[in-house]
């Protein structure tokens, strides 16, 4: 098993996976997500690709990439930002709450 802990995870998570889906959380919600969260992205995602049933995390970025307006955009912000206080408590996020709340 390496360092991360991640010897015996269902897919692979490179260091590319991570800094591909944190900066997409960032760019779409405006959260920071902090190199400490990488095992909480890894559990809350890989549910989404045992949904979808994809292979990898790469498929995953891909899906998501390819469809930027579509549902699984919803479930991906859905599943990172469940119970992450800082969604609620960013000023960012309240204005992008107030905007969509306008629509």
Not at 16 to 33: P, Q, Y
Not at 68 to 75: A, Q
Request: net charge neutral; charged share 25%.
């Amino acid at each position: 098993m390496d360092a991360a802990g991640e010897g015996s995870r269902e897919f692979a998570f490179s260091g590319e996976d991570f800094k591909a889906l944190r900066s997409l959380v960032h760019r779409v919600t405006g959260i920071s997500l902090s190199e400490s969260k990488r095992n909480l992205v890894y559990g809350r995602l890989s549910r989404r690709l045992r949904a979808l049933q994809l292979g990898s995390f790469v498929e995953y970025r891909q899906l998501l990439e390819a469809d930027p307006e579509g549902s699984e955009m919803v479930e991906f912000v859905n599943a990172i930002t469940t119970n992450l206080t800082s969604w609620t408590s960013c000023p960012c996020a309240a204005r992008w709450m107030s905007s969509s709340a306008a629509m």
